[in-house]
C-alpha cells in the first residue's frame, strides 16, 4: 500500500478517536432517507458527526481498501470549524485540517 494510504488511513482513525472521545459518535445508523440526502454534506438531514461518521470515514475507507484515487480537495475543516465554533470540537477540527492538508499533498 503506498505511503499516503497508510498515512490516510492513520488520520481517519485519529478523527474516529477523537469522535469517540467527544461522545459524538453514534450507536445507531441514522434513517435510510437521511443517509440519502443529495445536498452536499448532508446538511439538510445529518449533523456534521453523522455525515463523518456514517458518509466521509466509510467512502474514505473504501477507497484506501481498493486503492482508488483520494480526493485532493475536501475541506471539512472550515464545515467543522463552522460547526462547533468555539465548543470542544477543537481537537476534531485539528485533525480534520491533517486530513485536508494531507490529501491536497497528495
Do not use: H, N
Amino acid at each position: 500500500m503506498e505511503r499516503i494510504y497508510s498515512e490516510v488511513a492513520e488520520q481517519l482513525l485519529l478523527i474516529e478517536a477523537e469522535m469517540r472521545r467527544l461522545d459524538l459518535w453514534a450507536a445507531q445508523p441514522p434513517s435510510a432517507e437521511a443517509l440519502a440526502s443529495t445536498e452536499p454534506f448532508c446538511v439538510d438531514t445529518l449533523t456534521l458527526p453523522q455525515w463523518l461518521q456514517f458518509i466521509f470515514l466509510p467512502r474514505m475507507r473504501q477507497l484506501i481498501e481498493r486503492e482508488l484515487p483520494l480526493p485532493r480537495q475536501c475541506g471539512i475543516a472550515p464545515m467543522a470549524e463552522e460547526y462547533f465554533r468555539g465548543d470542544a470540537g477543537g481537537k476534531l477540527v485539528e485533525r480534520l485540517a491533517e486530513l485536508d492538508g494531507r490529501l491536497q499533498r497528495g
